[in-house]
C-alpha cells in the first residue's frame, strides 16, 4: 500500500480529478433508488388524479443523473487507468536502474529469472493495484457509507438488520487479507522457479536434444509446473470460499429484509417504495463490501510483489565506486594482483593466494583445468567482484579507488559465449560507442581476421540473428574479439575466445594483436598452449592456486605439469 501511494503521489492532480469524478459519479448512482421511490410512493398515486407532469419531470431528472453518473464514472476509469500507467512506467525505470546497477553477487543472489519476473509480473500486478484501487477504493466506501445513510433515512429498522450482518463481512475481508498475502507471495517465487527452468532450457535447447536429455527436462518442468498449480489452486480456493458466501449472507439478509418489510407495509409503518428502495441499497451496500473484499485481494498480491520490488530498491550498494581516474605512470606495472584470495559463497576459496605482476604491452597467458578459476580472475579485474583478500592494482592504484566506468572502458574483454545482438556486423562492432569511427571497425576486423565479413552480401551491414544464430562459432569469436579491438582498450582480455579458431587463423590474429595494439596489455586464457606460448608470463593454475608460472621456456624446464600438457599438445616438437 505504501508503495501504490509513492507511486501516484507524482501524479497527484491526475489522480485528484480520477478520485473526485469517481466520487461525484457514485453519489449520483446512489441518488436513484431514492428518486424511485419517491415516485412509486408520492407522484404515480398523484398521477391517477390526472397529474403526470410531475412523472415527466422526475423521469428527465432521473435519466439526467443515471447520464452524469455514467459520463463521470467512465472519465474517472479511464483517468485512473493513465495515473496506473504512468506510475508503473516510473517504477519500471527505477527498478530497471537499480537492476543495472546491481553487483554481480547481488545478481546471483536474487537469480536472474527472480528479476526478470519483479520486472514484468511483479510491476503488472501493481499496475492491476493502481488502477483498481482508485476504481474500487473511493466507489466501494462512498456507496458502502452513502447506502446507510439512505437506508438509515428510509427505514431505521430495516437497517438494524443490515448492520448486524457487517461484523461477518468484516470477518470474512480480515480472513482474505491474512490469508492472501502468504498464498500469493509463495506463487510468485514458484513461477520464478518456473522461469528459470524454462530459461534454461530454452537457451540450452540444443545442448538437451544432443544429450538426448528432452524427456528429463520435461520432467523437471512438469514438477515445477505442478508444484505452480498447487499453490496457485491453493490460493484460488481459498478465496473462491469469499465471493459465495458474501452472496450467501446477501441472499439471507434480503429474505429476512423483505419478510421484515411485508409485516412492515401491512402494519403501514413503511411504504412499497420504501421497501424498494431500501432492497436496492441493500444490494448496493452488500456489493460495496465485495468490492472491499476485491480491493484487500488486490492489496495482497500487490503487496507480496510490492515487497519484492523493494528488496530490489532498497539493495544497498555493495559494491563502492571510486572516485580517482585511470593516470597511466610508467613507474607501476600496468596489473598486479597482490596476495589475493576470493570466493563466491565465502566457504571454500575461489582463488587462493594469487601474486602476479604485468607491464604495459606485455601479454599474460592463463592456462588450468576447467573451473580451475581462471575467469574469476578476470571477473576480480574487471571489479564483478572484489577480492576477499589482498589487492588488485592498476597502475600501482587499487582499482577500488577508480572509477568503475573508467576502469571497464579501458578493459576489452571477449568471453566465449558473448552477446551478440540482432544488429548488422558494424553495431555488433561499432556498439553505440561514439568514439569509434568507420576506420576503427575496419582496421578491427583486419587485426581479428574477419575476413569472412566480404564473403557475405552487404559486407558489415549483414544482419545478424539473435545471438548470432546465421555466424559460425569461428565467425563469432573473430566479430567478438574486433568488437574489443575497436574500443582500442588498454588491457585486452580474450577468455577462451579463440577456441574455435583453427590454429593458424589463431596464430595470424595474435600477430596482428601484436602488430596493431602494441601498448595493450594482453591476457589471454586458453586451453591450447600454442595460442600462449609466446606470452612473457603463463601462469598454470589449479583449484584456485597458481601450481606454476614463467614464461614458456622456463615451464618448460621446471614444470612437470606444463611439460605434459606441451608433450600432449605439442607432440613433444617443444622439448
Ligand atoms: N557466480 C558464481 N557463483 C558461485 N560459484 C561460481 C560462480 N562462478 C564460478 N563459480 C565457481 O568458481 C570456480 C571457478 O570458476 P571459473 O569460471 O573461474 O573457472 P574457469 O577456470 O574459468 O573454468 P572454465 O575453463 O571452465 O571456464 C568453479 O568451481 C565455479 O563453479
Known amino acids: 500500500m505504501n508503495m501504490i501511494l509513492r507511486l501516484v503521489r507524482p501524479h497527484w492532480k491526475k489522480l485528484t480529478l480520477s478520485l473526485s469524478f469517481k466520487t461525484i459519479g457514485s453519489l449520483a448512482d446512489l441518488m436513484l433508488p431514492f428518486l424511485i421511490s419517491v415516485m412509486i410512493d408520492d407522484v404515480i398515486p398523484n398521477s391517477e388524479e390526472g397529474d403526470i407532469e410531475l412523472i415527466v419531470y422526475l423521469g428527465i431528472l432521473m435519466l439526467l443523473i443515471a447520464v452524469i453518473g455514467l459520463y463521470l464514472n467512465i472519465v474517472a476509469n479511464r483517468s485512473a487507468e493513465l495515473v496506473a500507467a504512468l506510475s508503473v512506467q516510473g517504477l519500471r525505470h527505477d527498478l530497471f536502474e537499480k537492476i543495472e546497477s546491481l553487483s554481480a553477487n547481488q545478481v546471483d543472489d536474487l537469480t536472474r529469472p527472480s528479476l526478470i519476473s519483479r520486472m514484468t509480473t511483479d510491476t503488472y500486478n501493481l499496475y492491476n493495484a493502481t488502477a483498481g484501487l482508485q476504481r474500487l477504493g473511493v466507489r466501494a ?336 569469436q573473430r566479430l567478438l574479439i574486433a568488437r574489443a579491438v575497436a574500443g582500442k582498450p588498454d588491457i585486452l582480455i580474450l577468455d577462451d575466445a579463440s577456441s574455435a579458431l583453427d590454429y593458424q587463423t589463431d596464430m595470424k590474429m595474435r600477430n596482428s594483436l601484436k602488430e596493431e595494439l602494441s601498448d595493450t596489455t594482453m591476457i589471454i586464457i586458453a586451453q591450447r598452449i600454442s595460442s600462449l606460448k609466446d606470452s612473457n608470463l603463463i601462469l598454470l593454475i589449479d583449484d584456485g592456486k597458481i601450481i606454476d608460472m614463467g614464461t614458456h621456456e622456463s615451464l618448460m624446464k621446471t614444470s612437470k605439469i606444463y611439460q605434459e600438457l606441451a608433450f600432449y599438445q605439442l607432440g613433444g616438437e617443444d622439448k
Not at 534454461?200 to 544429450?211: C, D, F, H, P
Not at 489452486?233 to 459465495?244: D, E, F, G, Q, R
Not at 563502492?320 to 597511466?328: A, I, N, T
Not at 548488422?424 to 576486423?445: C, P
Open 141 to 476: 466506501p462512498v456507496l458502502l457509507i452513502g447506502g446507510i445513510v439512505m437506508a438509515l433515512f428510509l427505514d431505521p429498522v430495516l437497517t438494524l438488520v443490515m448492520i448486524a450482518l457487517l461484523p461477518l463481512i468484516g470477518l470474512l475481508v480480515y480472513f482474505t487479507s491474512s490469508k492472501g498475502i502468504p498464498l500469493y507471495k509463495r506463487i510468485q517465487s514458484l513461477l520464478d522457479k518456473l522461469t528459470r527452468t524454462l530459461r534454461e532450457n530454452i537457451t540450452g535447447i540444443r545442448v538437451v536434444k544432443a544429450l538426448s536429455m528432452t524427456e528429463h527436462e520435461e520432467e523437471r518442468f512438469d514438477k515445477n509446473n505442478q508444484e505452480t498449480v498447487n499453490a496457485e489452486l491453493k490460493a484460488h480456493y481459498t478465496m473462491a470460499v469469499i465471493n459465495p458466501t458474501m452472496h450467501a449472507i446477501m441472499n439471507v439478509g434480503l429474505v429476512v429484509v423483505l419478510v421484515i418489510g411485508a409485516f412492515r407495509i401491512d402494519s403501514e409503518l413503511t411504504k412499497k417504495g420504501e421497501i424498494i428502495a431500501f432492497i436496492t441499497y441493500f444490494t448496493i451496500i452488500l456489493n460495496a463490501m465485495m468490492s472491499i473484499t476485491r480491493v484487500f485481494i488486490m492489496i495482497s498480491r500487490a503487496s507480496a510483489s510490492g515487497s519484492r520490488i523493494d528488496e530490489v530498491l532498497h539493495l544497498p550498494k555493495d559494491m563502492k565506486d571510486g572516485f580517482d581516474e585511470v593516470v597511466l605512470d610508467e613507474a607501476y606495472p600496468h596489473v598486479e594482483f597482490r596476495n589475493v584470495s576470493f570466493s563466491y559463497n565465502k566457504q571454500k576459496a575461489n582463488l587462493e593466494n594469487i601474486n602476479f605482476k604485468l607491464e604495459r604491452g606485455q601479454t599474460l597467458g592463463i592456462i588450468g583445468s576447467t573451473g580451475s578459476g581462471k575467469t574469476t580472475l578476470v571477473n576480480l579485474l574487471m571489479r564483478f567482484y572484489d577480492p576477499d583478500e589482498g589487492t588488485i592494482y592498476l597502475h600501482g592504484k587499487d582499482i577500488k579507488t577508480l572509477k568503475q566506468k573508467e576502469l571497464r572502458k579501458r578493459i576489452g574483454l571477449v568471453l566465449q559465449n558473448d552477446l551478440i545482438f540482432a544488429d548488422s556486423i558494424y553495431g555488433n562492432i561499432q556498439f553505440n560507442r561514439n568514439q569509434i569511427n568507420d576506420e576503427d571497425v575496419r582496421v578491427a576486423t583486419k587485426v581479428a581476421q574477419a575476413e569472412f565479413i566480404k564473403e557475405k552480401e552487404d559486407e558489415l551491414n549483414y544482419r545478424l540473428s539473435q545471438r548470432g544464430s546465421n555466424l559460425s562459432g569461428g565467425q563469432k
